[in-house]
């Protein structure tokens, strides 16, 4: 069986983002979220001396630039969009499945934008793990706020 | 409650925005990263999140809480997500069909549910067993 290469890196995105989801937890229990949250973007900013590109950023194009700029800016602003909609009186058990449907726009989009094509195998793969994103984003009747907070990364 | 009475609510519309954003966040990256190596991907992507952090600052009047503990979870998080996009704007980078990798990687709570209940003692809920079996069903059709 072949594995694709994309497989991996992903899978190590995976296995990074759910440790995140457990140091989310355990820093929102001394800090609100929108703390929690500034200081997840501190350490991101730590991590910008060893990633330095130098004056080779400089060499990219505009367009995939203002792409890269652009995809920060709309990640912290959908992660304070779900803490606005906790403020605003939205309950976990609802913001937080609705919150984990968000590849559905990329699967909605990416034909036209990105003229990709899917095999039927992944087309089943992308509804189970929607599927699996909802139902595991139903938070613990027990500690809802816990799992609401766990998604913003 | 209707619908009518959902579309009035700023939650909803709230939580509408955090789909789009994060939708379009992943695209975004996918076309820089069509040219822009991850690791330099990563470096303007932090920047692109200054703004955000600025602004939440700015609202609470340059005001954090005081937690040591707090702080160093928080900021062992952003450099562990740091590690985790990197990872994921490689992805982005090869060939990959871009929604099944943004498909795949939203599988991530499955492991904070696996850790939080070694960790931190939380049990299992119905539903997250639920999603753990949709997310190996999907983990295996997407490695096949």
């Known amino acids: ?153 | 409650m209707s619908l009518s009475r959902v579309l009035r609510l700023r939650w909803f519309w709230c939580s509408v925005l955090c789909v789009l954003c994060w939708g379009a966040w992943a695209i975004l990256a996918k076309l820089g990263s069509r040219e822009i190596p991850p690791d330099t991907m990563q470096f303007i992507f932090t920047i692109g999140t200054l703004p955000v952090a600025f602004a939440l600052l700015a609202a609470r009047r340059f005001n954090l809480e005081k937690s040591v503990r707090g702080t160093s979870f928080g900021l062992l998080n952003g450099i562990v997500a740091g590690i985790g996009s990197i990872a994921l704007l490689a992805a982005y980078h090869t060939t990959g069909n871009t929604y099944v990798i943004t498909v795949a990687v939203a599988l991530y709570p499955i492991l904070t549910v696996i850790l939080a209940m070694i960790f931190l003692r939380e049990r299992l809920t119905r539903c997250q067993a639920i999603g753990i079996a949709f997310a190996a069903v999907a983990i295996v059709l997407f490695a096949l």
Request: hydrophobic content about 55%.
């Open chain 1, 1 to 153: 069986m072949h594995i694709e290469p994309w497989f991996w890196f992903a899978a190590i995105a995976v296995i990074a983002f759910g440790i995140t989801g457990l140091l989310q937890k355990l820093s929102t229990n001394h800090l609100s979220a929108d703390s929690a949250l500034i200081v997840l973007i501190a350490g991101l900013v730590l991590l910008e001396p060893l990633i330095y590109p130098g004056s080779a950023v400089l060499h990219y194009s505009r367009s995939n630039l203002a792409w890269g700029l652009l995809s920060g800016f709309l990640n912290a602003l959908g992660s304070w969009a779900l803490l606005a909609a906790m403020k605003a009186g939205g309950t976990a058990s609802v913001v937080a499945p609705l919150t984990a449907l968000y590849p559905l726009v990329v699967v909605l989009c990416a034909p036209f934008i990105l003229h990709e094509s899917i095999t039927m195998l992944q087309a089943a793969g992308i509804v189970c793990s929607l599927l699996a994103g909802v139902f595991l984003s139903f938070p613990d009747q027990d500690n809802p706020q816990s799992d609401i907070e766990a998604h913003m990364d």
